[in-house]
């Protein structure tokens, strides 16, 4: 036939061959020779075309181009193919490593709020939560802080605008997590022994040890019979197992209005052991919590009897106790979402 020289398509056939390194290029390979509209389709129906005394010699030549093409894109989808298993090339090598998948995981607060969590409910305490958007009356005068108390100007934070319903009812992001106290007694009745991990809010300004948001555990045991030395029993034990064996806990008197007495808790510092260093700031003791026996005006509040039942109430922050457990030396690490930093934990 003439127009159709053998030889340059045989040529052109090795050439595409030699770029093909994928099972999506033998693909193409194979629809532009071998399609219904490919080259050998072309040219076998122009054999008719050809010479009667040439066509034999020509048909045979096309014949011989389609079987080798055939086979060449058989044995190259052999190589390509992962699973055929067989050839020394198959793609598929034992030996290779891995590819990492990269797996996120919980966010360090998060996970010293889950171990103080079990610690407690180890021994017995139940976790709730309660809103971070909490009445006024929870945040203050349910705890017995009242309206003028001096001791409501560090704690007075972010007040939301009364959306109507209750216009005498203010709402405002919870300053502690102190609140939950009077949710859980204003509901259910003694014995209680409850902690309540959540996120609360200050006004203050932010440096590496303050944040106008941080998370809290409140901690609270409500019995008759219930005495201080429960509550240094229990932190004792709380103590011991988040920061060590050696750990020693003292109670140095404080005040807060809902508990009476009240104290703040030290550990002997977990750096220099109680030695002195810039972390205790020469002191030896590091400040962790706040605590003491529940104040019975709050008891009257919720309408349990004061004289029936007694109780103590600790409340702690969580990233203090994190920054003190890993040694991180400012607060805002753990809210920048830094990869570098949240994934050493
Ligand atoms: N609510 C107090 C604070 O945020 C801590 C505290 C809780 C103190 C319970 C005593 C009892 O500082």
């Keep these: 036939m003439p127009g159709f020289d053998l030889d340059a398509v045989k040529n052109q056939i090795e050439q595409d061959a030699a770029t093909v390194d994928s099972l999506l290029k033998l693909e193409e390979l194979r629809v532009k020779y071998l399609g219904r509209k490919g080259v050998l389709a072309e040219?076998?129906?122009?054999?008719?075309?050809?010479?009667?005394?040439?066509?034999?010699?020509?048909?045979?030549?096309?014949?011989?181009?389609?079987?080798?093409?055939?086979?060449?894109?058989?044995?190259?989808?052999?190589?390509?193919?992962?699973r055929s298993g067989q050839s020394p090339a198959s793609s598929f090598d034992i030996g290779m490593p891995g590819i990492n998948q990269n797996l996120g995981h919980?966010?360090?607060?998060?996970?010293?709020?889950?171990e103080i969590c079990g610690i407690f409910t180890s021994m017995g305490f139940v976790a709730v939560s309660g809103p971070e958007i909490e009445t006024e009356y929870n945040n203050f005068t349910g705890l017995n802080i009242p309206l003028e108390h001096p001791s409501r100007e560090a704690f007075d934070?972010?007040?939301?605008?009364?959306?109507?319903?209750?216009?005498?009812?203010?709402?405002?992001?919870?300053?502690?997590t102190s609140p939950v106290q009077v949710r859980v007694m204003k509901t259910a009745k003694p014995p209680l022994a409850v902690v309540v991990p959540g996120r609360v809010y200050r006004p203050d300004a932010v440096d590496a040890s303050h944040l106008f948001m941080f998370h809290q555990i409140e901690g609270f045991m409500v019995d008759k019979g219930i005495r201080f030395s429960d509550?240094?029993?229990?932190?004792?034990?709380?103590?011991?197992?988040?920061?060590?064996?050696?750990?020693?806990?003292?109670?140095?008197?404080?005040?807060?209005?809902?508990?009476?007495?009240?104290?703040?808790?030290?550990?002997?510092?977990?750096?220099?052991?109680?030695?002195?260093?810039?972390?205790?700031?020469?002191?030896?003791?590091?400040?962790?919590?706040?605590?003491?026996?529940?104040?019975?005006?709050?008891?009257?509040?919720?309408?349990?009897?004061?004289?029936?039942?007694?109780?103590?109430?600790?409340?702690?922050?969580?990233?203090?106790?994190?920054?003190?457990?890993?040694?991180?030396?400012?607060?805002?690490?753990?809210?920048?979402n830094d990869l570098r930093f949240l994934r050493q934990f």
Aim: some cysteine; aromatic content about 12%.
């Design 231 to 336: 509550l240094k029993g229990v932190l004792d034990v709380f103590v011991k197992r988040v920061f060590g064996k050696d750990v020693k806990t003292r109670f140095r008197p404080h005040f807060f209005p809902f508990t009476e007495p009240s104290a703040e808790v030290d550990v002997s510092c977990i750096i220099c052991k109680g030695k002195g260093c810039s972390v205790c700031g020469k002191k030896g003791w590091l400040e962790i919590l706040g605590s003491g026996m529940i104040h019975p005006n709050v008891f009257k509040n919720v309408g349990y009897e004061p004289k029936k039942y007694s109780g103590f109430a600790f409340g702690m922050g969580i990233e203090r106790i994190a920054m003190l457990k890993y040694g991180i030396n400012d607060i805002r690490l753990f809210f920048e």
């Design 43 to 82: 040219l076998t129906a122009g054999i008719g075309a050809v010479p009667p005394q040439e066509r034999a010699g020509f048909g045979q030549k096309v014949n011989v181009l389609k079987n080798t093409l055939n086979a060449l894109v058989a044995e190259k989808q052999k190589l390509f193919s992962p």
């Design 106 to 114: 919980l966010h360090p607060i998060t996970q010293v709020v889950d």
């Design 157 to 176: 934070t972010f007040y939301l605008k009364p959306a109507g319903g209750n216009q005498r009812q203010r709402y405002l992001l919870r300053s502690h």
